[in-house]
């Protein structure tokens, strides 16, 4: 006799945080990218290191969205 199918618990769902203001984090991040783009400037360092630095991580970045 066939056995009747168990349950299987379902896990739990997070309650949803507050509402993160998108703009404004993404205003935060695009003035911490310049303070550090205008630091390496200053600090003597090439603009085609600095283009290679944010195209590998922007790389990396697709490479672990893409799995």
Known sequence: MPRAPQAVPQ?????PSAAID?????GH???????ALNAAVAG????????AVLHAHALKQTQLLLG
Request: glycine share 8%.
């Open 44 to 51: 003597g360092l090439p603009n085609g290191y600095i283009v």
């Open 22 to 26: 998108v703009n404004a984090e993404v």
């Open 11 to 15: 896990p739990q769902v997070p309650e």
């Open 29 to 35: 991040l695009d003035r911490a990218i310049t303070t």
